[in-house]
């Protein structure tokens, strides 16, 4: 039964922010970060579905993607819609809650409960800003391990996300070796491509060009950078899908108009839609958490960081993989797929690959993906039997 | 030799809108819009370039993309730059202009002289604005006729561009096919795709959500929405170039940097190679004419305007036909041009199809192409003797 609070306010979301209405851990042991700067304290909002069984091997992080939350399989409170992956994650689902105990934190420098730029700066009482140091997706990572010590997890059965989701798998398999049994990267790549670097540039830029930002202030100041960040969204999204899916969704098709308006109105289907991303985007997101994260991304290198050797951040792995790419991406192609392959081959790696046929782009990880639930569930299963947990449920 | 005038101040491009250093023709016949609506007046600013012959049959007219200009082949009053085409265009080159008449006129709706949303509306005296008809592509060709009228030519040799100037050659083709003897349309389409729209509709959208736009009366208001179209230009700039190109020119390299700055600055050189696409075209462009322009490339679907039925656009043509795409072009990919060209062949027109091996992406048809030059000189010199031109001066 969906919430009946009131969605999509500002104070709704500064409540998110500040007082996220999931669970949390406040960690106060300091976490030095990759830019050599340290955050004292901070907090990591998570969600959790299923239980924790009694020697502890049944734990699944799944990492989000760019916009994504902890509320992986549960209504968000702020828009009201079901979980981002509730496709995957839910009882009977390939990754059965019944069975595993499925952690999903929000990252550091998100905006629904963990610390970020929209949070409130403790040393000054006022929302960070741009006073909040600039992260990695490998600080994202160090920051959830606090989480997983909570739990007292020693060793997660598995890792799984998409896209900057799936960077973080690959960086707790990197960071942290032995605490990740298995983990499926899906959709994603060992660093960020020149092209993707632009995209995220123009958005940054955009939010940056709207006046309402006042260097990065707007919270304070009781103001909003919603056309920025809404045409950030916009270009962003369209490196989500496919120039197929798109042309097949909406192609050259009119909307509500029998003909065309000899205006700057939104005529074309795909303007509608496309203006319809970016203004919903913004009632549930943070502008500085978007310039954070997407910022994080772009320095996402993980070859960079192992001496240029991709498979040097694997090296002696025991984790086994399974990496999956979709034909149709073209923000993390399926040779970025591929390189990630040929490290973890190249250090022996136990590592399954599978490119999924799909016309929907890079979104294709969030929808209704028949191949993509068999292959995480077979590498799920099958890792499961290999760790010796109970089996799921009959029937 | 450089121009000595000053360059990049909003004076000269001012002074350019309303009174072109180029030629320009001043038409007075009423010029009914696609939309219905009537241009009373307008003017046509161009330049030429060589002689037009005694029989008038060495007319070559070039048709310029989004955001070029009647500079084809000379420096550019407003940023003392080269012509944009000068490695195709001049003596001795592929269009030799010691052997034909070239004339490059700037289109209907832009900003260096032509009549566009920047030119002052006589109505009012003030700048048009967004009271200016939205126009369509078969109104920027219909607008160029009575200026190839002016110079007595009844049959253009050859009309040739690349990008938006490759519609307005196939709308040349379509909407006045005896008057075109041959043609060459280059990195183009029948029809603007669903994602291109999309990259256009975030353009608009960049340029219409800053302030300083003002409803689209910032001219009048002393005012200019720099940031807007900057980002405008930064999306589209990453469509004009491939992966590969963008990763290969500047892959993750960091910018005057040994390394990352942990900040929002330009650390990658991609970035500040994009903030500097930004910044430049924003010197030299009007914001009104990127939105009418893009609009006009938005509408164009040359099968729509025959009953759905792309072949019907060339019905019975004599025109000769040279089609020519990139391999690497994914704003106008390959199969778009293979769909003009099966029109063609369905109406049994004299066309040839050239795909030409490039990793420079949409770009490439403006820099050093030596297949495309090959390609459109022999294309050229055969069309001129089956013309009955003399042959270019031996030597």
């Avoid at 760019?66 to 990754?95: M, R």
């Avoid at 959709?187 to 955009?206: C, D, L, M, P, Y």
């Avoid at 042309?247 to 909307?255: A, I």
Wanted: proline residues 5%; negative net charge; glycine residues 8%.
């Amino acid at each position: 039964m969906a919430p009946t609070r009131d969605f999509l306010t500002p104070d709704v979301r500064t409540q998110e922010v500040n007082r996220p209405s999931s669970d949390y851990l406040d960690v106060r042991t300091p976490l030095r970060l990759d830019s050599g700067r340290t955050l004292n304290a901070y907090r990591i909002a998570y969600k959790t579905y299923g239980a924790l069984n009694a020697d502890k091997s049944n734990a699944i992080l799944v990492t989000h993607a760019l916009t994504g939350d902890q509320y992986v399989a549960s209504h968000h409170p702020v828009t009201g819609k079901p979980g981002w992956w509730e496709t995957l994650v839910g009882p009977g689902k390939p990754i059965d809650t019944d069975r595993f105990f499925v952690i999903c934190p929000n990252v550091l420098g998100g905006c629904m409960g963990s610390t970020g730029p929209a949070s409130i700066n403790p040393d000054t009482d006022k929302p960070w800003g741009l006073d909040f140091p600039v992260i990695t997706v490998g600080d994202m990572v160090n920051a959830q391990v606090p989480l997983i010590d909570h739990f007292g997890i020693d060793q997660l059965f598995c890792a799984i996300g998409g896209s900057m989701g799936g960077m973080q798998v690959l960086a707790w398999a990197a960071r942290h070796r032995h605490r990740v049994f298995s983990a499926v990267p899906i959709a994603t790549a060992a660093w960020h491509s020149s092209q993707n670097i632009a995209f995220h540039e123009v958005g940054r830029q955009a939010v940056m060009a709207d006046p309402e930002w006042s260097q990065g202030r707007y919270l304070e100041l009781g103001k909003e950078p919603r056309n920025g960040l809404a045409v950030a969204r916009m270009a962003a999204h369209i490196t989500y899908l496919s120039e197929e899916a798109l042309q097949r969704k909406f192609g050259r098709n009119l909307q509500n108009l029998a003909a065309k308006s000899f205006s700057f109105n939104a005529d074309f289907q795909v303007e509608s839609y496309l203006r319809h991303q970016g203004s919903t985007f913004v009632d549930r997101f943070d502008a500085n958490s978007y310039l954070y994260i997407t910022r994080a991304i772009d320095y996402f290198d993980l070859a960079a960081e192992h001496g240029d050797v991709l498979a040097n951040a694997f090296k002696d792995t025991k984790t086994r993989f399974c990496v999956v790419s979709f034909t149709s991406d073209w923000l993390y192609p399926t040779r970025e797929s591929r390189e990630i392959v040929q490290a973890l081959n190249a250090v022996a790696a136990n590592v399954s690959f599978v490119e999924i046929d799909s016309d929907k782009g890079h979104d294709a990880f969030l929808l209704e993906e028949p191949e993509m639930f068999a292959t995480i569930s077979g590498f799920i299963n099958a890792g499961a039997a290999r760790r010796g947990l109970k089996p799921a449920r009959s029937g």
